[in-house]
């Protein structure tokens, strides 16, 4: 199979991709009828997703159409001499995918637990900033990409402590039901986006898998972190009342 372009994806890599905007968008039509069917007032924890699965479906859609990436230097990869002017595809879509789509994701989790709007501001910016410093390490060549992660993977850290913290035992205040729910939801996304910084790192970062192999490993991340995260999450907050959080 030879490459269908300069910088490297696959025929084979695409169809992956066709069928990770498949997903994306088959969910997407599927919460939107679901939204409309509920009355007003009830629908914020569906609106926020298709807003999520819409700019999903939209980089899928860019990267299998090969566009969203860039190649970029790859000196220092792996051995320095042998891969002098060696270029790697940088997928920078993903990057405006997630500063859009993880803020989003975070208020889907937080907007229900009564945690103050200010502690949900503060843990979004961190969350934009942490995107922000994965996309400038990314198409930074030298090893000073590795300072952008270790920001990132403090404001991470920070976001962790929020999940876990403040949010949790505000979730607890407010009952049960919605402690319950709460923890499932925030221990599953805690989990899954401690994945993305290791992708990142053989990605791009190390540059020690190919960019097919970052499309699988990313597109499975991708499926858990948005469509499956959520179906879970509106599945169980269908048992209980919504229009407590005035939303
Ligand atoms: C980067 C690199 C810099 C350090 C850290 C990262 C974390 C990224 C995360 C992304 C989550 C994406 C999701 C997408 C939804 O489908 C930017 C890779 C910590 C956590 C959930």
């Known amino acids: 199979n030879p490459p269908t372009s300069a910088i490297d994806i696959t025929t084979h890599g695409s169809d992956w991709l066709w069928a990770v905007f498949a997903v994306m968008l088959l969910s997407d039509l599927i ?32 990267m299998a159409a090969d566009l969203g990436g860039t190649p970029v230097q790859a000196e220092f990869f792996g051995n320095r001499h042998q891969n002098q002017g060696a270029t790697r595809a940088i997928w920078y879509v993903r990057y405006i995918d997630w500063v859009i789509t993880t803020p989003l994701l975070l208020m889907e989790l937080l907007l229900g637990t009564g945690l103050p709007l200010s502690d949900i501001f503060v843990t979004v910016f961190m969350d934009i900033a942490m995107i922000i410093a994965g996309l400038v390490g990314a198409l930074v060549p030298s090893t000073y990409k590795w300072g952008y992660f270790a920001g990132g ?19 607890e205040l407010i009952g049960a039901d919605v402690r319950g729910i709460y923890t499932r939801s925030a221990a599953f996304l805690a989990f899954l986006w401690l994945l993305y910084p290791i992708a990142w790192g053989l990605s791009d970062g190390g540059n020690v898998i190919h960019p097919d192999s970052e499309m699988v490993f990313y597109g499975v991340l991708d499926i858990l972190a948005k469509p499956v995260f959520i179906f879970i999450h509106i599945l169980s907050l269908r048992t209980i009342d919504m229009s407590r959080f005035g939303l």
Not at 35 to 62: D, E, K, M, N
């Open 31 to 62: 919460v939107i009828v679901w939204a409309y069917r509920l009355p007003r007032g009830h629908r914020v924890f569906h609106l926020l997703p298709i807003v999520i699965l819409t700019t999903a479906a939209i980089a899928y859609f860019s």
């Open 153 to 171: 993977m403090a404001a991470l850290f920070f976001i962790w402590y929020i999940l876990l913290g403040p949010a949790r035992v505000s979730a």
